[in-house]
Nanobody
């Protein structure tokens, strides 16, 4: 089991920045060789992948909507995932979820079915 807890959400004006964090707790006998990602879901919309980072913290993948503005990183020693979100736009308003997975489905770094563990979410609101 992998338990994920996000923090860092809040309300900002357009153009502002936020840093989201996600702390992972791994139960005994569970592998720590997992990849991670951030997803988001806006009211009335489907959940979408935002950014992914590989097991070694080197490989990254971004959704087109956030490329150049968001940066995903992880501190493997601290079991913590980060999302630095800069130049935020009103369309970034959503609940952001941290996720962890062990096997990619159809090679999908941003497919939600590649992830079996999810946090409870942290809300981000961007006003114009």
């Amino acid at each position: 089991q992998v338990h994920l807890v996000e923090s860092g959400g809040g309300s900002v004006e357009a153009g502002g920045s936020l840093r989201l964090s996600c702390v992972a707790s791994v139960s005994k006998f569970t592998s720590t060789n997992y990849f991670m990602a951030w997803f988001r879901q806006a009211p009335g919309k489907e959940r979408e992948g935002v950014a992914h980072i590989g097991r070694n913290g080197i490989e990254t993948t971004y959704a087109d909507a956030v490329k150049g503005r968001f940066t995903i990183s992880r501190d493997i020693g601290k079991n913590t995932l980060y999302l630095q979100a800069n130049n935020l736009k009103p369309e970034d308003t959503a609940t952001y979820y941290c996720a962890a997975g062990f096997a990619y489905q159809r090679n999908g770094r941003l497919r939600d079915d590649s992830y079996g563990y999810w946090g409870q979410g942290t809300q981000v609101m961007v006003s114009s």
